[in-house]
């Protein structure tokens, strides 16, 4: 059984940072591409961010582009969000997900609340 | 990387029919056959319940079903029922590894 378990949220000030991880069970974690997706209170999903099965490619949402870098550790079978000068608008639920080919989340974590606030 | 519109709420009767519309431009949904639907019930992580436009994933009930027509994707759920209460957002891919989502739409059934 797929079990994804993110962890790393928390209450952070305007232009600090953050590191997600998100420990991963129950498949061979180096063979899938994973997904960072997240969720205002109270609003709809947003798709973050995706790397590959090897790590070698990654993408971003152009809202978080250059101040987020995905990455992962195949060897730990976890996955991380470094998050880098954040926003209010930041705010939100942090969702990791195992993808169904490239790019569509297809199991998902239960998420983890970062709250960016002074 | 605009979101798909998705109407804010529908509703229906145990046992109805409804259909939920997503509707992107020709950089995703048209230019795709790659559009995936969620079912996200209060305060859970969403669950996958089709993708590719039509095809269910296993353990997902037929009574969910997916068609896309141009620049517009529709999930229906037939003979509904009290546990299909939930918010549901589709997403479509959207070149270069990217993906879209929709606003979502909140089911009501009355």
């Known amino acids: 059984e797929v079990h994804l378990l993110e962890s790393g949220g928390g209450l952070v000030q305007p232009g600090g940072s953050l590191r997600l991880s998100c420990a991963a069970s129950g498949f061979t974690f180096s063979s899938y591409a994973m997904s960072w997706v997240r969720q205002a209170p109270g609003k709809g999903l947003e798709w973050v961010s995706i790397?590959?099965?090897?790590?070698?490619?990654?993408y971003y949402a152009d809202s978080v582009k250059g101040r987020f870098t995905i990455s992962r550790d195949n060897s730990k079978n976890t996955l991380y969000l470094q998050m880098n000068t954040l926003r209010a608008d930041d705010t939100a639920v942090y969702y990791c997900a195992k993808n169904h080919g490239t790019t569509l989340p297809e199991y998902w974590g239960q998420g983890t609340l970062v709250t960016v606030s002074s | 990387q605009s979101a798909l519109t998705q109407p804010a709420s529908v509703s229906g009767s145990p046992g109805q029919s409804i259909t939920i519309s997503c509707t992107g431009t020709?950089?995703?949904?048209?230019?795709?056959?790659?559009v995936s639907w969620y079912q996200q019930h209060p305060g859970k992580a969403p669950k996958l319940i089709l993708y590719?436009?039509?095809d269910r994933p296993s353990g997902v009930s037929n009574r969910f079903s997916g068609s896309k027509s141009g620049n517009t994707a529709s999930l229906t759920i037939s003979g509904l029922q009290a546990e299909d209460e939930a918010d549901y957002y589709c997403t479509s891919y959207s070149g270069s590894s990217t993906r879209v989502f929709g606003g979502g739409t909140k089911l009501t059934v009355l």
């Open positions: 020709s950089s995703d949904i048209g230019g795709y056959n790659y």
């Open positions: 590719n436009v039509s």
């Open positions: 790397i590959s099965a090897n790590g070698g490619s990654t």
